[in-house]
């Protein structure tokens, strides 16, 4: 069965650095998306993507951001310089179109 | 906002009953789903419901969808210990392209 996979599993980086988190959605899936989780708290959207555009972004997804699809498979999410509350778990999720989102199974990024 | 509220925030029942987690939301909707989270894992998807659908069952869920009142319901029967997550529904409005979560039901299921 297909599946979203994301990578890596668990990042530590230090405060100020920059990190890159991928995501390989379903290949024929269309509509990508970055939602994060704080431990213990709600999931959060970040950002959509379709049609190698940004489509919707919330109040969370600052000038820090960026997302990118640079190769027609995979699917990236980098935060410029990350801060201590940039902790969380940050899930990639995509969909063919207005049905059933898939998730990965997140990567916890953890800033020291 | 859209986002979905879930009540209760927490339910813990007996291995063999019925739980049922009721979900509010604010906005119009394309459909609403129902997802699993095992602690620290991914969301799995369990069941889409429609915005002219009114119920629908996929082996143990029943999902209830009343638009009018902007709420759904989400009953497992005869739970499991590996029914034992949280829950969280989540809407997808006519509006924009984002899938909002609400905040969730932690479920226990005690043997």
């Known amino acids: 069965e297909p599946e979203v996979t994301q990578t890596p599993s668990h990042q530590v980086t230090q405060m100020g650095q920059e990190v890159i988190l991928r995501c390989v959605p379903i290949?024929?899936?269309?509509?990508f998306y970055w939602y994060r989780q704080i431990l213990g708290q709600k999931v959060e959207f970040l950002v959509s993507?379709?049609?190698?555009?940004?489509?919707?972004k919330s109040e969370i997804f600052d000038d820090q951001f960026s997302v990118e699809r640079p190769d027609g498979s995979n699917f990236t999410l980098k935060i410029r310089s990350t801060k201590l509350e940039d902790s969380a778990m940050y899930f990639c999720?995509?969909?063919?179109?207005?049905?059933?989102?898939?998730f990965g199974q997140g990567t916890r990024l953890t800033v020291v | 906002s859209q986002q979905g509220e879930e009540d209760p925030q927490a339910l813990s029942i007996q291995e063999g009953e019925n739980a049922t987690m009721n979900c509010s939301y604010k906005?119009?909707?394309?459909?609403l789903q129902w997802y699993r989270q095992n602690s620290g894992r991914g969301l799995v998807h369990l069941i889409l419901?429609?915005?002219?659908?009114r119920e629908k069952h996929s082996g143990r869920l029943r999902v209830t969808l009343d638009t009018s009142k902007k709420s759904s319901s989400l009953l497992i029967t005869a739970s499991r210990a590996a029914d034992t997550a949280s829950y969280f529904c989540?809407?997808?409005?006519?509006?924009?392209?984002?899938?909002?979560f609400g905040k969730g039901t932690r479920l226990h299921i005690l043997p």
């Open positions: 999720a995509s969909r063919v179109s207005n049905t059933e989102a898939f």
């Open positions: 290949s024929n899936h269309l509509y």
């Open positions: 993507f379709y049609n190698n555009e940004i489509s919707e």
């Open positions: 906005t119009s909707i394309n459909n």
């Open positions: 419901i429609r915005s002219n659908e």
């Open positions: 989540a809407t997808d409005a006519t509006r924009d392209d984002k899938i909002i």
